[in-house]
């Protein structure tokens, strides 16, 4: 593997990693709030994932899902089943990012940016550690 190939392996995956951390704390702040928009940037995040990701997602989530009480339960089941519906291609992942623009224009910019911070930035109380959750 060339050095340059190596470069872009590790690239990727730190994309990989970031679009994951922005998807999973996107998933515990509407786990906590149940905020659609939140959703909506989670599942804009997954759009952007490889189908190996997404389902990958999507199996944790459904797992998460099962400890949760029984709406949230549904909530998450149905968002997992969202995520694996279809063959996602970049231009969905375009056309969600740009809708999401129009709810939450810092979310969106975060994800572009790959800033997973963005949920704790927003709702500590939701990654303190003095959070009993």
């Known amino acids: 593997m060339s050095l340059l190939d190596k470069l872009f392996s590790r690239l990727e995956r730190k994309t990989v990693d970031r679009t994951t951390d922005y998807f999973w ?12 928009v939140v959703r909506m940037a989670a ?9 190996d990701e997404r389902a990958s997602m999507a199996n944790f ?9 029984e709406d949230l339960t549904l909530l998450l089941n149905q968002l997992a089943d969202e995520i694996i519906s279809k063959d996602w291609t970049i231009r969905d992942a375009v056309a969600e990012g740009l809708a999401l623009t129009k709810f939450d224009e810092e ?4 994800l572009d940016k790959f800033d997973s911070a963005i949920f704790r930035r927003r709702f500590p109380e ?3 550690e003095e959070n009993p959750e």
């Not at 704390?25 to 659609?36: G, H, K, Q």
């Open 25 to 36: 704390d996107a998933i515990l702040v509407y786990s906590s709030n149940r905020d659609p």
């Open 43 to 51: 599942l804009v995040a997954a759009k952007k994932a490889s189908r």
């Open 61 to 69: 989530l459904k797992d998460f899902a099962s400890d949760e009480d």
């Open 107 to 110: 979310y969106a910019i975060a």
């Open 126 to 128: 939701i990654f303190s």
